[in-house]
């Protein structure tokens, strides 16, 4: 476990160990949540959040005015972070960036006294950006699609991913859909990931018309689920599991067994108190085994033959 500045593990740290100003204003003014309780929700979530986010070029979604005002999204490092990393890193243009990298718990309490409130890691580590470690398809549904069928979605990737041989995970997204997460391990090249994760995507939305849909300008035609394979390319990025979301009613990202899906009532099912009460009932994490799964996109050709 890590230790904060004050020598003490996380489980023992406290907020009077981290710099926290204007404590008491709201973040959340629908359901009175302070910039202290989202602290303490950090604190309190820290050994199930930092093993996302721990060493990756991570975005931020900063509020200055609390969650009911326009936020932003901030990749990268800026002064007075200074318990947090940054790392070096081309960006499409050219140019270099340095990027925000969490090492610890008191990187991520200095993010939390900056007002982050959501946190977006990549899909791949600071050491090696260039190779994915895991692949995430984003399930966005159109208006009018009930809960049910993101349900019987997810559970379709599932399945298609399965004869692929690859093994998935699956959270609720803190908004409105679900996220099915396929690890990757060793990495492979995003010019690997990138293509696999639209054709897959493609493949789908030819499978199952009137479902799904795989083409981002078109996401909301229809009463379709978009598989938005588009976070799945250098520098693209998704919330973190146990991440608050900076929207009405404080909701989380939460990861989930796939045999829990069927009683989770929406994408913003679990909010800042009921992931609290939520993982101090879990024996283990709902991924546990997670990093111990080894697959990579090797022979996928052959495999996808299975598909059909
Ligand atoms: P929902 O279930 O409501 O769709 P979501 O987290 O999946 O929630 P999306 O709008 O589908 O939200 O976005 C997917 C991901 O795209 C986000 O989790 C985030 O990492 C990334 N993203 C969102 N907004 C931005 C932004 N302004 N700049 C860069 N990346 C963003
Ligand atoms: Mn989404
Ligand atoms: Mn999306």
Redesign the pocket.
Known sequence: AGKTRTGKSQAAADLDDFRLTSPERVVYPDIGASKRDVAAYYLAMADWLLPDIVDRPL?IVRCTQGAARPCF?QKHHTAGLDDVDSVSLEEESGQRADYLVVRDLAGLMNLVQFNALEF?PWGATAQRPDRADRIVF?L?PGSGVPWTEVIAAARQLRSLLAKLELQSFVRT???????VVVPLNPGCDWDLVKPFAHSFAETLAQMEPLKYIATATKKFRNGKIFV?YL?NGRG????ASFSL?AREGAPV?MPLRWEELGRVKS?HAFDIRSAQARVKRLRRHPWAGIDAVRQDLDRLAERLQRLR
């Open positions: 975005s999204f977006h984003d966005d997204s803190g908004g409105k859909g679900l996220h938005d976070r693209a990025t998704s919330v979301r990202a994408g």
